[in-house]
């Protein structure tokens, strides 16, 4: 067993950082080429506009939206879900990159709009900071949370890298119980919700077995994992729910091209609502990072669970 993470880890290490669209790189090719001859032909008023169209296209990817947090109501159905979890609200913050231009605002931002729709759980999927010096904001952003039945983090890639002691301690002090290959048993009206976490997939060491290691009765599972790509494995483990970030939708996004690039443990479920088996996923676009997004605004989610009576639950 130890060889054979050993060996997954190594592969891992071993693949690329970032995977760009072959898309986006032949469709800017195609783009300069058409703009090169289109400027040939028509002169300096083509070309000015051309330029025009393009520094317009920048100043809005760089400096209008990314600033654009959107809070997104999302209605998740399942037969299975226990009348007494029916109508249970989970606000999610992910990837909020503290340390990125624009980060501590839009973390302001997106947590004034979830205070307001009043979340029952508030859960925090990963990269809470970019910059190690931006560890000490996160005490006055943690301070604002509130949720009648906790709050809960699993870490990500750069909280690793930035400090991820430092991290730890403060969400203690700030009664976030971050689930590190652990679970919890959340009791609403009866019925019993498991909801687990686990390492990040990118510097930790994931763990579902050790996630669900004694785990008591319950009637349904909620996962919390940093990197969208364990879903399969998730599904597989009999995970009914799965909320992820990671990927930030891929920050520039467009119809027919899709995400620019993606990072690794992101590359098979880029963003929004997925079904994975009986398991569904949703995979967050986040609060901050990189500031540079064009159709792909940052959002903060609140997830409403309902029960349905058919197999063809949808959000």
């Known amino acids: 067993m130890t060889t054979t993470l050993s060996s997954a880890r190594t592969k891992s290490k071993q693949q690329p950082r970032l995977r760009y669209s072959l898309r986006w790189i032949g469709a800017g090719l ?34 209008i939206e990314p600033r654009r947090v959107q809070l997104n109501i999302h209605e998740l159905r399942f037969p299975n879900l226990p009348v007494g979890l029916d109508g249970l609200t989970i ?13 501590l605002t839009n973390a302001h931002q997106a947590i004034e709009q979830l205070r307001s729709a009043q979340p029952e759980i508030i859960v925090l999927t990963g990269d809470l900071v970019h910059r190690r010096s931006a560890i000490s904001h996160l005490p006055e952003v943690l301070k604002r949370l509130q949720a009648p039945f906790g ?35 959340i009791e609403r009206n009866g019925a019993r919700l498991l909801l687990a ?30 990197c969208p790509d364990i879903a399969d494995e998730a599904a597989a483990a009999g995970f009914d729910v799965q909320l992820s ?9 467009f119809p027919g091209l ?16 997925f079904r994975v088996g009986r398991m569904q996923l949703f995979v967050s676009r986040g609060v901050g990072g990189l500031p540079l997004r064009f159709g792909c605004p940052p959002e903060v989610s609140l997830f409403r669970l309902r029960r349905v009576v058919d197999e063809t639950g949808d959000e």
């Open 30 to 63: 195609a783009g300069s080429m058409l703009a090169g001859i289109a400027s040939f032909y028509g002169g300096l008023p083509i070309a000015m506009t051309l330029a025009g169209a393009g520094v317009v296209s920048a100043g809005y990817a760089l400096a």
């Open 91 to 103: 606000g999610q913050l992910s990837d909020l990159h503290l340390g990125h231009r624009y980060s």
């Open 151 to 185: 709050i809960y983090a699993v870490p990500g890639n750069h909280d690793y890298w930035e400090g991820m002691p430092y991290i730890t301690t403060i969400l203690r002090d700030h009664n976030v119980q971050l689930l590190l290959n652990r679970h919890r048993i």
């Open 197 to 226: 976490g686990v390492d990040d997939h990118w510097d930790g060491r994931p763990d579902l077995k050790l996630a669900l290691g004694g785990a008591t009765e319950h009637d349904f599972r909620l996962l919390l994992a940093h």
């Open 245 to 253: 970030g990671h990927t930030h939708g891929g920050h520039v996004r």
């Open 258 to 273: 899709g995400p620019l690039c993606l990072p690794r443990h992101g590359w098979c479920y880029d963003m929004g609502h």
